[in-house]
C-alpha cells in the first residue's frame, strides 16, 4: 500500500494554517497541506517530519506533531496519514518545490476551487479544530 501523510500546521498563534500551492497535478494551482510519500520502511512520524522540514524548513524543535487521523483509498491502494502540530515559535519558512503561504483557520478550506481534496482539507481542519479543543479543554 502507498502511504503519503499531509501536516496540519499553526502557527505560534494559533491563528494561522500553513499551506503549499501545488506545482503539479493532482490539484495543480490550488492550496494544499505540506506533506508527501512516505518510504519504504520509514516510521510515520519520522516521515511526517521529514517531510516537513524538506518542505518547510519546519523542525522538530519548532513542533511537536500528532497523528490524528488516516484515510484509506481502497481502490487505489493509498493511505494518506494526517498529523497536526502547533509552533512554538515563529520560524523562517524554507520553500522546496511549492510556495508557501499562511491562511487564517476561518478560511472555507471546503472551497474545492481553491483547495485541493475534495473537502476533505475542511474535514482535517474541523476535526483537529475538536482534538485542540479536547486536549487544551478550551
Known amino acids: 500500500m502507498k502511504k503519503l501523510n499531509v501536516i496540519l500546521v499553526y502557527n505560534k498563534d494559533e491563528d494561522k494554517i500553513l499551506m503549499c500551492k501545488r506545482k503539479k497535478e493532482p490539484y495543480k494551482g490550488k492550496f494544499n497541506l505540506v506533506g508527501g510519500k512516505v518510504e519504504q520502511n520509514e516510521g510515520e512520524l519520522q516521515a511526517a517530519y521529514r517531510e516537513l522540514r524538506e518542505e518547510t524548513g519546519i523542525t522538530d524543535n519548532d513542533i511537536i506533531l500528532t497523528h490524528i487521523m488516516n484515510f484509506q483509498y481502497k481502490i487505489t491502494d493509498m493511505e494518506l496519514e494526517v498529523f497536526m502540530g ?5 520560524v523562517n519558512l524554507v520553500e522546496e518545490v511549492n510556495k508557501l503561504y499562511w491562511f ?4 472555507n478550506f471546503f472551497d474545492i476551487n481553491k483547495f485541493a481534496g475534495e473537502g476533505n482539507i475542511g474535514h482535517m ?3 483537529a479544530e475538536i482534538y485542540r479543543n479536547k486536549k487544551y479543554n478550551i
Do not use: G, S
Open 125 to 127: 481542519l474541523q476535526q
Open 104 to 107: 487564517d483557520k476561518n478560511e
Open 86 to 90: 502547533i509552533l512554538n515559535k515563529n
